[in-house]
């Protein structure tokens, strides 16, 4: 295992990974890593950010991963996957990834399990977020 990277990564895939990442960036307080750009096809043929101490990765959908049955929210219709962020302040966190561009699913609301708060919004790229503060 690197020092820098957990054991395991989240991989998202996006019909325009560019605007997806300046999404995450500008929305959720990212911060990019690295964006290689496939010099064939002006895609973006990787990239990788960091959430708090979460390293994740985005690329653009190219067929050959759509072979491996790997596809991004655009070509599914949906996502099968919700990412949670524990963050200090919902409020705040929610009005700056409207602004960026998200949808808000499910306003704030207190969560009875955990005791704290949460909403969920849908990235510029059909991605699911969970935005939780303690």
């Given at each position: ?122 990235d510029p790229a059909g991605h699911v977020w969970t935005l939780v503060d303690p």
């Amino acid at each position: 295992m690197s020092e820098t990277r957990p054991d395991a990564s989240i991989y998202l895939l996006a019909r325009d990974a560019a605007k997806a990442l300046d999404f995450y960036v500008a929305g959720l307080g990212a911060v990019e890593i690295e964006r290689w750009i496939d010099p064939e096809n002006g895609k973006v043929g990787h990239s990788e950010f960091r959430i708090g101490t979460q390293h994740l990765f985005l690329a653009d959908e190219y067929p050959s991963m759509e072979a491996l049955g790997v596809r991004s929210p655009s070509a599914l219709g949906g996502t099968s996957v919700n990412i949670w962020i524990h963050i200090d302040d919902v409020e705040a966190a929610l009005a700056r990834a409207v602004a960026a561009g998200a949808v808000l699913l499910v306003p704030v609301e207190t969560m009875t399990v955990d005791e704290g708060r949460r909403c969920r919004i849908k990235d510029p790229a059909g991605h699911v977020w969970t935005l939780v503060d303690p």
